[in-house]
């Protein structure tokens, strides 16, 4: 079994900023890419940003240039800074991950719980 646990969520205030954690756990071989997405209400689930293996970074055009993806291979851990936030941003924030796991030495789709971000004052 693998598993994602994502942290990091909250309320923050209009033009605040936020760190979510996702920390990977389980029978892993090895982590491909790694990202965020976020469903607000009544909408579609979409990405944020992701990030492979080797540290190549793709972001949503509306984050660009205020969030930063990264993560550390070793601790099996990636995170997403995001910077002056909007109120609808909203959003419940899932962490997804390529996973090949150590026991079948094949790739799985793992989704986290997911983290309720509120941007409002």
């Known amino acids: 079994q693998v598993q994602l646990v994502e942290s990091g969520g909250g309320l923050v205030q209009p033009g605040g900023s936020l760190r979510l954690s996702c920390a990977a756990s389980?029978?892993?071989?090895?982590?491909?890419?790694m990202g965020w997405y976020r469903q607000a209400p009544g909408k579609q689930r979409e990405l944020v940003a992701a990030?492979?293996?080797?540290?190549?970074?793709d972001y949503a055009d509306s984050v660009k240039g205020r969030s930063s993806i990264t993560r550390d291979n070793a601790k099996k851990t990636v995170w997403l800074q995001m910077n002056s936030l909007k109120p609808e941003e909203t959003a419940v924030y899932y962490c997804?991950?390529?996973?090949?796991?150590?026991?079948?030495?094949?790739?799985?789709?793992?989704w986290g719980q997911g983290t309720l971000v509120t941007v409002s004052s």
């Open positions: 997804n991950a390529d996973i090949v796991t150590s026991s079948a030495f094949r790739s799985l789709e793992v």
């Open positions: 389980g029978r892993i071989f090895q982590i491909n890419t």
């Open positions: 990030i492979t293996h080797g540290g190549n970074t």
